[in-house]
C-alpha cells in the first residue's frame, strides 16, 4: 500500500509543481492523441457514411473488416507503420519514425476503424425513411449528409469518445513509431512504461493518474455536450 | 389535349430487384386540384409518390412538371423543392419544433427574418404555436403528424404529396388534423396526392378518385363515379360495396335488367344481354331490414326474406350480415337495430331498389 501512498503523493506533488517535463509529455499526449482523433473523425465519419448509406457488391465484407479492424491491435499498426517509414522503407524518404507526426499517424490508423465502425452502426440504425424525406424537402447532396450527420450526432460523438480513448492509452504503436524520445515523443503511457521498467513506481503511479485525469476530462466534456440532447 | 397539368407522368414504369412494381401510362394532376390514391397495400400507391417526387429511379418514362420534363440530378432538386412530401411516420428531425418545422426553408437557404415569419403562421395554422420551443422527442402522436405536416407546408408548394399521413391516429385527432389540411391547402391553392387506405376520407377530400391494384391504375374519377359506377369489383370492394356476388342475366324487360342470384333474382337499371354473366353490387346503405315483408308499402323491386347471420359495430352504425340465398350487407343505426328488435339469428325483410344495384360485365 505504500507504494500507492507514495505514487499518489508524488503524483499531487508533480502536478501541483507544474513539473515541465510532466507538462510537456502531457500536452504531447493530448496534441498527439487529439490530432488522431481529429484524423480518424474526418476519414472515419466521412468513410463510415459512404459505406452506410451506399449499396454496393462486396458491402458486407466491407463492412466485416472495418469491425475487424476496430479491434486492431496497436503494435500491429506499429509494426506496420515502422516498415512502412523505416529509412529502407517505402515511406522512408519522408523522414517520419520517430517523430511525433508518425505517432499521429500510427494513433490515426488505430482510431480510424474504430470511428469508421460506429458511424456505419449510426447511420445504419437512422430510419430508413429519413433520407428520403430529407430528399423530399429538396436537400442537396452535400445537405442530406450534414442533415443525416447532425441526426445521428448522438452515436458519432460516442465514435469520438472511443476513437479517443483507444488512442489516448495505447503504447504499442506511439513506442514502436515514436521510440519515447525525452523532450520530442516521449508520452504519458510510454513514459509510465519506462518509469514502472526503471523501478520507479512512484512516478508511474503519477503519469498514470494524470493519464486517467486527461481521458476522465476530455470524456467528460464530449459526454456534456452528447447529453445536453433529450432523449427521443 | 387540354393545357399542361401541373404534375405529370408519361409511360412510368418502376422495377424492383428486375420485377414490374408500378406501370402507368399516363397521370396527370391539375392546378390545385385533389386528387386520392386507393387501393390495397403493394398496389403501387407510394411507389407512385416517390417517383413523382423523382426519388425513385425509374426504367422508363417521364415525369413533367407543367409539360416540361424533369431530369435527374440537379433538376429533380428543383423539382423537389417547388413539392412537399408527407410520410406515413413523421420522420421528425431531433430538433425542437421550430427547428423542425424551418427546416425545408433553411435548405431553401431563406433569410432568417422570413423564415421566422412564415414558421410562425405555419405553428399558428397547425395549433403549434404554444410548442416551438418543445423537443420534437417529447410530442404525442398527433402533435407530431402536425408538425410533420407544417414542415411541409411551410415551403409553401404548388404540390403536395402525402402517404398515408393521417394513419394510426385516433378518430378526433385524425379528424382535426384533416380539417386544418384541408383549410391550408384550400388558402394556398396547392395541389395534392393522399395515399389513403380510408375510403370516407378520399370521398370527403378529393375532386378525383384514383383505384389502384398491383401497380396499375384501375379506375380513375370523381368521387361519386368511382364509389356509385365502379369499374369492376375490385373498385367495388374497395370503395365498400360490402355486398359483391356473382350472377347471370336471366333476361332483360325494358330498361330492367333481372339477374338469378344464387337461385333468387335481382333487379337492377340498365342493359345486359341475356346469359351474360355479372357481378352485381350493392352499397349497404342502400339496404333496408324490416320485420315485416314491406312488398305493398315499398317502391323496392328487390326484397327477400333472409336471416341475420352476424353483426358488428361500426361507431354509431351497426353493419348486419344477411343470409338472403346470397350474402348480403346493410348498415343500421343503433337506434333503428333496437326498435325493430333486431338480432342474431332472427328472421326478416331485407329490400333494396334496383337502381342500387351496379352491375359490372364478369368474365367466364
Known sequence: ?232 | MSQAAILEARGLVVERGGVKVLGIPAFRLEEGEFVSLIGPNGSGKSTLLLTLMCLLPRAAGQVLWRGAPVATGGDAVAHRRRMAMVFQEPLLFRATVYENVASGLRIRKVPRAEERRRVGASLEQFGLAAMAGRSAGMLSGGEMRRVSLARALVVEPEVVLLDEPFANLDLPTRQGITDDLERVLHETGAAAVLVTHDQSEALRLSDRIVVMQRGEVVQSDAPAAVMNEPANEFVASCMGMETVVEGTVARQVGGEIVMAVAGREISAIGTALPGQPVYCCIRPEHVTIDTTNPAGSSSARNVYPARIDGVSSMGPYLKVRLDCGFPLVATVTGESFTTLGLARGRQVFASFKATAVHVIGRAC
Do not use: C, H
Open chain 1, 1 to 232: 500500500m505504500d507504494l500507492f501512498e507514495e505514487g499518489f503523493a508524488k503524483a499531487l506533488q508533480l502536478l501541483l509543481a507544474l513539473d515541465p517535463e510532466v507538462l510537456g509529455i502531457t500536452l504531447l499526449s493530448l496534441e498527439v492523441s487529439g490530432a488522431a482523433t481529429a484524423v480518424s473523425v474526418v476519414v472515419g465519419i466521412s468513410a463510415g457514411m459512404v459505406i452506410g448509406l451506399s449499396q454496393f457488391p462486396g458491402k458486407r465484407l466491407v463492412v466485416s473488416l472495418v469491425n475487424t479492424g476496430m479491434g486492431l491491435p496497436p503494435v500491429v499498426a506499429g509494426l506496420f507503420l515502422s516498415i512502412l517509414l523505416w529509412r529502407s522503407g517505402p515511406l522512408g524518404f519522408l523522414g517520419l519514425l520517430y517523430t511525433p507526426t508518425a505517432m499521429v499517424l500510427a494513433q490515426g490508423l488505430i482510431a480510424t476503424p474504430i470511428v469508421t465502425g460506429i458511424t456505419i452502426g449510426a447511420v445504419q440504425g437512422l430510419p430508413p425513411a429519413l433520407r428520403l424525406q430529407i430528399q423530399a424537402l429538396g436537400a442537396t447532396r452535400t445537405q442530406q449528409l450534414w442533415l443525416l450527420v447532425k441526426e445521428a450526432r448522438l452515436p458519432l460523438l460516442a465514435a469520438v469518445m472511443a476513437g479517443f480513448g483507444g488512442v489516448i492509452s495505447e503504447i504499442g504503436a506511439s513506442i514502436m513509431v515514436g521510440g519515447n524520445i525525452r523532450g520530442s515523443t516521449r508520452v504519458l503511457t510510454t513514459a509510465t512504461v519506462m518509469e514502472t521498467g526503471r523501478g520507479n513506481f512512484d512516478v508511474a503511479i503519477a503519469l498514470s493518474v494524470i493519464l486517467l485525469s486527461v481521458t476522465l476530462l476530455v470524456n467528460y466534456l464530449l459526454t456534456l455536450v452528447q447529453q445536453r440532447e433529450r432523449p427521443r
